[in-house]
């Protein structure tokens, strides 16, 4: 019959009591050594663990009497955690941009703005180059700023038709010609008929906008 296994003695703690077939411990149970295979022996720390969080396992030892003599050791070493490479910085996610204010255009109903966009193309063909500006204004002014711009290109065109040296008269003539017909015609004597040069279109509003001619404009038309 096995004898019955007593306590260490005392000041004794790296004293290996067998504990299985192939399994031992020591007497103050921090330490556990497994093996007696041919792989050797290994020693089993309780109180400490591996960077990963497991066991912490020294070894292989050839002989019980290597894992004795490497007990106290093992006792005085502090593991060293391994130091994983830091993680890369992330950048910052840029903000998505916010999206531009809505045009003037964009912000009239559908059907006025589809009516507006045709426009704009209308006079870009005539060859006005500032055909949204020449809306926007005709639209939120009180004259009729795109009739008037039209009939000054049309007259313009008329002088550019002439010789060099007959122009300056010709611009002059049909200048005092278009202020006969847009600004005089409400300043008649009192019982004369008057006149007005108006400009017309399929829309209702505004009516009869009147129209006024004030300078011929140049080359810069």
Known sequence: ???????ARAGDPDKLQRQAAGTYRTADARFEVRGGTTAGWFLVDSEQTNDFGQELIQGPFATLADVRAAIPTARSTKITPIRRPAAPSRRP?????APP?????????????AAVRRLIRALEREGVGDAEALVRRDRDGIGPAIASRIIERRLAAIVDELPERGRAGARELIRRATEVLTAEGTATPTGVPGWS???????????NR???????PGDGR
Do not use: H, N, Y
Request: hydrophobic share 30%; no cysteine; charged share 35%.
């Open 1 to 7: 019959m096995p004898k019955a296994k007593g306590p």
């Open 93 to 97: 996610k840029k903000e998505p941009k």
């Open 101 to 113: 204010p809505p045009s003037w255009i964009e912000q009239l109903p559908p059907a006025e703005a």
């Open 197 to 207: 040069l108006v400009e017309i279109g399929p829309d209702p509003e505004p009516k």
């Open 210 to 216: 009147r129209i006024t001619i004030r300078e011929l």
